[in-house]
């Protein structure tokens, strides 16, 4: 650690001037990734009082989720750098960028402080929970639309699909870690051919609606509030799926459904179709839309059980177990929502009470 903390001081002073230096150097609380974040206080005229380091072990340039390498050839650059040059691009806002030196592991970003978004509305009565949830779709739409229509390939998210081959990575995901590494061993050849029916049913219709730019995990807790505005973080898994994807990922997530009721999620759900007029683009049809989203939300839960059971008996991180069950919760109440997938209720609601 001492070694570290030499190298961020040098690193202070080389960005901010000879008379800055290091005042303070405290351990943040980490994500799902193997990356570590620091916030630096600062002692430097004119200068930030802090910035927030990102550090990782790995020399190489990989992407975060293992399941998205699917270059022909390694990344020529850090997915982080290369994405957040496009989105700054397009005008979404994103943490400034103070230093970055990738053969070190690691970077110097703007403090936006200690408030996602989930923080602000947790005990916020409703109408402030639709107004913060309508600001990141505003900015959601930006990334979508601006990003589509300034595609570059020399983005790598316009290199990289969100294709039946992923969707059905991500089923398998949960039958293994979810199902058959819990309580539940081996499925019965019967459930499990039910399972793989259903999924791959799911899987083909997503893979073949349109795609935009996707942050891909366009959550609550990767959306900071600061100065009065939503900032994207965490956006180096960004790709091309379905413009429901992300928007399912914002509305459906870990706790959210304390606060985005069924009503507030249809109320939502109209926002984003009214401002994509506001754009000039084509409205979709909203029964066929929200089909769409139904089946990305449920999708992405079932990958989210799945990884969180992996997290905590692969990774050795027991933190996002407790976001399990509410999670289940949700895929039972959408399941009876979306339409033909009722029949999976019974089948997983004997492994999960939570579905029940």
């Known amino acids: 650690m001492e070694k570290f903390r030499e190298t961020v001081a ?16 405290d351990a943040l609380a980490g994500d799902a ?12 005229p004119g200068g930030p009082s802090s910035v927030i380091v990102m550090s990782w072990s790995d020399p190489g340039l990989p ?23 496009f989105l700054k691009a397009v005008g979404v806002r994103v943490p400034a960028l103070h230093g970055h030196w990738v053969e070190r592991g690691l970077m110097f970003l703007e403090d936006l402080g200690d408030v996602c978004l989930w923080d602000r509305v947790r005990e916020a009565p409703e109408a402030e929970v639709i107004r913060w949830y309508q600001k990141a779709i505003a900015e959601l739409l930006v990334l979508q ?14 290199r990289q699909t969100f294709d039946e081959r992923l969707y059905l990575w991500e089923f398998a995901h949960f039958i293994e870690y979810g199902l058959e590494a819990g309580d539940a061993g081996n499925l019965p050849a019967t459930e499990r051919r039910l399972l793989d029916d259903a999924f791959g049913g799911i899987a083909g219709r997503l893979s073949r609606q349109p795609r935009v730019f ?19 973080i965490d956006f180096q898994d960004a790709l091309l799926a379905p413009a429901q ?7 459906n997530d870990r706790e959210t459904d304390q606060v985005v009721t069924p009503a507030v999620e249809e109320r939502l759900l109209d926002y984003y179709l009214n401002r994509l007029d506001e754009w000039g683009e084509a409205r979709p049809v909203r029964d066929e839309f929200r089909e769409t989203y139904l089946l990305s939300a449920l999708q992405r839960d079932f990958k989210v059980v799945g990884r969180f ?48």
């Not at 270059?71 to 997915?79: H, K």
């Not at 639309?145 to 316009?158: K, S, V």
């Not at 996707?214 to 994207?232: E, K, Q």
Request: glycine letters at 8%; aromatic letters at 10%.
């Open 214 to 232: 996707n942050h891909r995990d366009y959550h609550s807790w990767n959306l900071m509030v600061h100065d009065g505005a939503v900032v994207v």
């Open 63 to 85: 992407i975060s989720s293992e399941e998205l390498a699917v270059f022909d050839e390694p990344p020529e650059e850090l997915p982080f750098l290369n994405v957040h040059r």
């Open 10 to 25: 040098e690193k202070v002073a080389e960005v901010f001037g000879a008379g800055a230096r290091l005042a303070g150097l």
């Open 245 to 251: 994807y992300d928007l399912a990922s914002l509305l």
């Open 145 to 158: 639309i601006g990003g589509n229509r300034a595609r570059n390939d020399q983005c790598m998210a316009f």
């Open 309 to 356: 059971r992996y997290l905590d008996l692969v990774k050795g991180k027991p933190g996002y177990k407790r976001y399990i069950a509410p999670t289940l919760r949700r895929i039972g109440r959408n399941l009876r929502r979306a339409p033909g997938l009722e029949h999976l209720v019974p089948v997983l609601a004997a492994h999960f009470e939570e579905i029940s």
């Open 33 to 44: 990734s193997s990356r570590r974040y620091f916030r630096a206080t600062i002692a430097a």
